[in-house]
Structures are given as structure tokens and as C-alpha cells.
């Protein structure tokens, strides 16, 4: 089946450090992905941070990045200078482009806590 | 902008009861979905409506019922509440149920079964 496999949290770093969350993906069932990270911030509901539907392109926002890399099967995030307030669970999804919301796939989540 | 609004946020029951959890949305979204996050694992689907009174099972639907009585609310079940299945709750809702269609969750119920 299909399946999505994150680093393994907690992560702790200091404010101003870059950060990688990596994101791998297994799509056995789906022809063409698209790739997502949702964000849970402490005391909110999960929200869309960024999402790529094409292979070779790259998403971003709020300074984050990742790129959906077909050949590495890979959509990891990253961000070159990390805040206090990006403190926040990351969630990385495989969704099928063709069809429903209903099989989007999720992983584990990586919980990110950012040191002043 | 709209918001999800998930009640309670904490359900305490006794194993073997009835217990409920309910969900509104005022995005005036088509599809609401109801997932169950287990510490340490991913999101997983239990139920899942794209319209009014339309309901569909997800991968979790055993030991849960759901309804969709009108647009804007959607509700989850726990038939015989177990101990094993302690877990939060997330609703969610999407204008359409297409794949690029965004989902807006809400904060999430945790069930404690004692």
C-alpha cells in the first residue's frame, strides 16, 4: 500500500538554525502524487503549510521549502532559519491527484520545538 | 475565513458505552471527514461525507457510526468504547472531495475511556 515515513521526533533546535525534516514516500497504488505538509501548532488545528502536485517542483511558505523529488521519492522540508513560533507539529501527506481527499495518506508527524 | 468547531474536547466514558462527538463547520464546505490519531501514528480515516445524509466508510470504520444531518454538522459515534481506543478525534471539511481540494481540520476531541 501506500505510505509516508518522517523523521522520527521529537526535533529540538536553536532559534536561527536551519532545519531538514525528511519525508519519504511509497506510492504503489497512485500514478501521479501530490505531496503535502500540514502544521499543528500548539493549541490549533492542523492546517496546510505547503503542497506540491507536480514532480520537480518546489513549494513554499512561511520560509519553509520542499521539493517533490520523483527520483528519491523524497519531499522533505526545510528552512534555512528556524523561529521560536515555528514550534509546531509537521505532518507530511501523500495524496492521489486524480482522486479523492479520502486516500490521502498521512505520517506520523514530527514535533519541532525551537530553543530562544 | 471559517472555522471548525469540535465538541467536547475531552469525552471521559466507561468501556462498553455509547459516546458521541460532534463537528461544525461554517466554511459551507460539501465534504467532512472524521479521522482518529493515535499517539505515535499517522491520521486515520474513519468516516467520511461529501454531501448532506451522504455517508462513507474510511479505512477505521469498525466500532463507529457517523452522521450527516445537515451541511454544516457531522458526528462520530463510539458504539462500545473500548480502552484500546483512546485517541483524538479529528474533524476536517473540504469544499469538494478532490484530491487538491485543501482540508481545514479542527482542534481535535481526545476520548479517555476509564
Known amino acids: 500500500g501506500d505510505s509516508v515515513t518522517q523523521t522520527e521526533g521529537p526535533v529540538t533546535v536553536s532559534e536561527s538554525e536551519s532545519l531538514i525534516i525528511n519525508c519519504t514516500y511509497s506510492?504503489?497504488?497512485?500514478?501521479?502524487?501530490?505531496l503535502f505538509w500540514y502544521v499543528r501548532y500548539p493549541g490549533e488545528g492542523l492546517q496546510l503549510l505547503l503542497k506540491?502536485?507536480?514532480?520537480?517542483q518546489k513549494g513554499s511558505s512561511r520560509g519553509f521549502e520542499a521539493t517533490y523529488n520523483k527520483e528519491t521519492t523524497s519531499f522533505h522540508l526545510q528552512k534555512a532559519s528556524v523561529q521560536e513560533s515555528d514550534s509546531a507539529v509537521y505532518y507530511c501527506?501523500?495524496?492521489?491527484?486524480?482522486?479523492?481527499?479520502?486516500?490521502?495518506?498521512f505520517g506520523k508527524g514530527t514535533k519541532l520545538s525551537v530553543k530562544s | 475565513g471559517g472555522i471548525i468547531t469540535q465538541t467536547p474536547k475531552f469525552l471521559i466514558g466507561q468501556e462498553g458505552q455509547k459516546l458521541t462527538l460532534k463537528c461544525q463547520q461554517n466554511?459551507?464546505?460539501?465534504?467532512m471527514y472524521w479521522y482518529r490519531q493515535d499517539s505515535g501514528k499517522g491520521l486515520r480515516l474513519i468516516y467520511y461525507?461529501?454531501?448532506?445524509?451522504?455517508?462513507q466508510k474510511g479505512d477505521l470504520s469498525e466500532g463507529y457510526d457517523a452522521s450527516r444531518e445537515k451541511k454544516s454538522s457531522f458526528s462520530l459515534t463510539v458504539t462500545s468504547a473500548q480502552k484500546n481506543e483512546m485517541a483524538v478525534f479529528l474533524c476536517?471539511?473540504?469544499?469538494?472531495?478532490?484530491?487538491?481540494?485543501?482540508?481545514?481540520f479542527g482542534e481535535g476531541s481526545r476520548l479517555i475511556v476509564v
Open positions: 476536517a471539511s473540504s469544499i469538494g472531495q478532490g484530491a487538491g481540494n485543501t482540508l481545514y
Open positions: 506510492a504503489t497504488s497512485i500514478a501521479y502524487p501530490n
Open positions: 506540491v502536485i507536480t514532480a520537480g
Open positions: 501527506a501523500l495524496g492521489d491527484s486524480g482522486g479523492s481527499n479520502a486516500k490521502l495518506t
Open positions: 466554511f459551507n464546505h460539501d465534504t
Open positions: 461525507s461529501i454531501t448532506e445524509n451522504d455517508l
